[in-house]
Nanobody, 115 residues
Framework: QVQLVESGGGLVQAGGSLRLSCAAS????????MGWYRQAPGKQRELVAA???????NYADSVKGRFTISRDNAKNTVYLQMNSLKPEDTAVYYC?????????WGQGTQVTVSS
């Protein structure tokens, strides 16, 4: 079983920055991909950014140029650097690790951007 622990959420003013972290522990033979999703009140959960173990990345159009996903393979950790934050980025952010035999989600961390 793979456990994910997120950190780094909080309250920030528009234009500010936050860095989210998600560390994995447990039984993992390998990791295929890691990602960050978000869910705002009344909306469906959506992909924000994803990264494979070879470094290929994918971003939602709404965050391109502002957010950067990265990973530390040795630490089984994925990061999301969020710059130029906007009020519409307010949501609960979830990390996700996918690998052979597992698909695990973090508990979520709140990001609130004030105008």
């Amino acid at each position: 079983q793979v456990q994910l622990v997120e950190s780094g959420g909080g309250l920030v003013q528009a234009g500010g920055s936050l860095r989210l972290s998600c560390a994995a522990s447990g039984s993992m033979l390998s990791i295929n991909a890691m990602g960050w999703y978000r869910q705002a009140p009344g909306k469906q959960r959506e992909l924000v950014a994803a990264i494979t173990m070879i470094g290929s990345t994918n971003y939602a159009d709404s965050v391109k140029g502002r957010f950067t996903i990265s990973r530390d393979n040795a630490k089984n950790t994925v990061y999301l650097q969020m710059n130029s934050l906007k009020p519409e980025d307010t949501a609960v952010y979830y990390c996700r690790f996918v690998g052979p035999g597992y698909d695990s989600w973090g508990q979520g961390t709140q990001v609130t951007v004030s105008s």
